[in-house]
């Protein structure tokens, strides 16, 4: 496959879409433009020194115009517009895009168990979808795993800094990855920057396998202080959140999420899979999860 350089990113906002957007722009050799939605915010008010092109996400002619002359498109849309994505795969093929790099950023959906939880239904169907279309485009799907700072920040992990307290699930010994958002940056540019390597399947990366006793024993250090510790039951956890699903709370959503992050048997821990060295991302040791941990705590 000939070399990728001119690179499309679909939604440069949310939690990962600027730090995805930071490290295409950082690489010398792409060019990057973002796509937005008509009206949009960020089609108004664009980063520095970006071009910004829009387009109407339903209309496959529109996306076909916005992605004219690109090799790659990169999306990052969120989870309620994940339904957009077969729109954005043939607007790609349309136009000639040479790869497809869908929104997935998250659990190991090739992992039998977790692919069978409901929340990941729309990213599994994109895939399936790139799989049939294999000779019009080629595709990449990132497995990352949950993101390690952010979650940090926000508590997602379990350990909730700012109030001292922490949600252990199934022990909190399960190991899993978690990558850092400017890793999970890097890695975009690596799989652009090696085409053929990560042609048509799931590239696994990560910043960190861990467990949450690990960041809590991290946490707790930095603090200076113990934690409140609750524990809770993935199994339960699967069970409430498809209850709360049923009922229209789709924040039973993340009830399954974590299910599929730090039940055993569910791929949390995809250490042997690892693209790191073609990524260009290193393994960060116990001394690194401390320190990243120690950075969050202040």
């Known amino acids: 496959m000939s070399a990728i350089r001119r690179v499309i990113l679909v939604g440069a906002t949310g939690n990962l879409g600027p730090s995805i957007l930071k490290a295409l722009q950082a690489s010398s050799a792409l060019e990057t433009t973002i796509l937005t939605r008509e009206n949009s915010k960020t089609a108004q008010s664009p980063p520095p020194n970006t071009k910004v092109l829009t387009a109407d996400y339903t209309s496959v002619s529109s996306l076909a115009a916005a992605f004219a002359g690109q090799d790659a498109v990169v999306s990052t849309i969120a989870g309620a517009a994940l339904g957009d994505q077969q729109a954005l795969i043939d607007a790609a093929i349309q136009a000639g895009v040479k790869r497809f790099i869908p929104s997935e950023f998250g659990s190991n959906v090739n992992n039998d168990k977790t692919a069978k939880l409901a929340v990941f239904g729309g990213k599994i169907a994109t895939v399936d979808y790139l799989k049939k279309k294999e000779g019009e485009i080629t595709w990449s799907s990132l497995v990352n795993g949950p993101f390690f700072d952010w979650g940090l920040k926000v508590g997602f992990l379990g350990i909730d800094i700012p109030n001292k307290r922490a949600t252990l699930l199934d022990g909190g010994n399960t190991p899993f990855g978690t990558t850092n958002l400017s890793d999970i940056g890097q890695s975009v540019v690596g799989i652009l920057a090696h ?48 209850e709360k699903i049923a009922k229209g709370d789709l924040s039973g959503f993340v009830d399954l999420i974590k299910r599929g992050i730090w039940a055993e048997g569910y791929g949390g821990d995809y250490s042997e899979k690892l693209d790191n060295e073609i990524l260009g991302v290193k393994v960060l040791d116990d001394a690194g999860v401390e320190a990243v941990v120690k950075g969050v705590v202040g």
């Open 195 to 242: 085409p053929e390597e990560t042609k048509n399947r799931y590239v696994f990366v990560q910043s960190a396998v861990t467990t949450q006793n690990k960041l809590l024993a991290a946490a707790e250090k930095a603090a200076g202080e113990k934690f409140a510790v609750e524990q809770q039951n993935t199994e339960d956890l699967e069970r409430e959140g498809n």
